[in-house]
């Protein structure tokens, strides 16, 4: 059901919160890690709305400021360097309102695919990091992601909520699928959906969106009614992750679905190089399915445990997975980057300490050999954590 976004600001929604605080959540790790690399951070909002809620609720904008006001209260770091850039096709004003408390900050007014280069291209060394929040999927450029990844910033990160189910409802008209699952919309109100007519531009505007035509497969498959619109969404989402990770070396997504069962009211889309960003992130996703998990529900108890896909956790095909992966590392590597890998191949389908678990016990059964540095506790015991971080390092090879 598609909806004018006049009313999209009047109360914050459930599932608007749930992506706030996946933002929320991981900026302040984020900010606290990056801040020591001693670069300057550069923080866009690329479609920033109005900075609040009409019901006082702060949105993004106002979100990201408290945090980044938080962290830089904490730190004891003196030369720190944060520019916030928030971009707004129509609400520059309201923004200027909503953030008057924050000065320093700079307001566009215009598109993001016409302002984000000239943003970002003085910005060469810095970190960065993109929050990218459309309606609809229409302005989604994926070359642009790809240009970022190369563009010689010291780090570069995209938080991108992708509207996967849009696209998969475009693909058809486009390509005259007969797309009969209309209901499934009923609960899905969408603001400002994109609609595209079947023609060549459009196609090519799609190829553009998902970074090549590995769609139009999908959608062909829907035609021959091989695969449902629920699989096809699915499918597209998967392979729009795999295409990010030409540019980008882990990508994660957690899908939002206000019922269970239900297709993903949106997907939130998480890219980044740095294997310590997406272990956060995998440890955020499963901090924010606790409450999308009492959104679908209502609140009421479920018995068995699911992932952010709503799919029973199978404890025995999870742990044969974790071996399956770890198993391919013949040649020594970093715990974080494996288990980065680990979720970026299989999707996040447990939580860190259960990929942790499976390797105590390859460990224990010589399996894996694990080296750690150091080798030995405080106290002058082996030591025997699972940690890459600071002042802690473990290096995994699987012996087989
Ligand atoms: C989903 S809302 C953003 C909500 C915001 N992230 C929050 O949490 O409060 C999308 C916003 O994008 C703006 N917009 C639409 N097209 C745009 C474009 N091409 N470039 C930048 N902003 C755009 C709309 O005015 C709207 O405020």
Redesign the pocket.
């Known amino acids: 059901m598609a909806k004018k ?1 006049d009313d ?2 009047k109360e ?1 929604k459930s599932w ?1 919160e749930v ?2 605080s996946l ?1 929320g959540n991981y900026l302040k790790p984020y900010l606290q890690k990056i801040l020591h690399t001693r670069k300057s951070i550069v923080y866009v ?9 009409e019901d006082g609720q ?6 990201a400021l408290q945090t980044m006001q938080d962290c830089l209260n904490h730190t004891t770091m003196s030369d720190w360097h944060i520019e916030p850039y928030f ?5 520059a004003d309201d923004l200027k309102v909503n953030l008057k408390e924050y000065p320093g900050i700079n307001i566009v007014s ?6 984000i280069c000239t943003i970002l291209e003085e910005k060469r060394g810095c970190n960065v990091f993109l ?1 990218v ?4 999927i ?2 989604l450029d994926c070359t642009l992601f790809d240009c970022f990844a190369t563009h010689g910033f010291n780090s570069i990160e995209l938080l991108i ?1 992708m509207n996967s189910f849009g696209f998969i409802r475009e693909g058809c008209r486009v390509l005259g699928v007969n797309f009969d699952d209309n209901d499934i919309f009923e609960d899905l109100v969408e ?2 959906s994109t609609h595209l007519v079947a023609d060549e531009n459009s196609k090519l505007a799609l190829n553009k969106i998902a970074g090549g035509d590995y769609w139009i497969r999908i959608i062909e498959a829907k035609r021959r009614n091989t695969i449902t619109a629920y699989d096809a969404e699915a499918q597209f989402a998967d392979e729009y992750c795999k295409r990010l990770r030409q540019g980008y070396s882990y990508v994660l997504n957690m899908p939002l679905r206000i019922k269970r069962g239900q297709v993903p009211k949106y997907r939130m889309i998480h890219a980044t190089n740095h294997a310590d960003g997406a272990l956060l992130m995998v440890d955020n996703i499963f901090g924010r399915w606790e409450l999308m998990k009492d959104i679908q529900t209502g609140g009421q108890i479920q018995i068995w445990e699911e992932n952010v896909e709503n799919e029973m956790i199978d404890e025995a095909d999870v742990r044969q997975k974790i071996i399956a992966h770890i198993s391919t590392f013949c040649t020594a590597a970093r715990l974080n980057q494996v288990m980065a890998d680990f979720y970026s191949t299989y999707g996040v389908i447990c939580r860190t300490k259960t990929v942790k678990d499976v390797y105590r016990d390859l460990e224990k059964s010589g399996e894996l050999v694990v080296l750690r540095r150091p080798s030995t506790t405080p106290k002058g015991r082996l030591a025997t954590y699972f940690a890459d971080e600071k002042g802690k390092q473990t290096i995994l090879r699987w012996k087989g």
Request: with cysteine.
């Open positions: 976004n999209f600001f914050k608007s992506k706030d933002l909002d690329c479609f920033a709305g109005k900075g609040a809620f702060p949105g993004s904008p106002l979100i971009i707004d096709l129509n609400y215009g598109k993001y695919e016409d302002e929050y929040d459309p309606y609809g229409k302005a909520n603001y400002d």
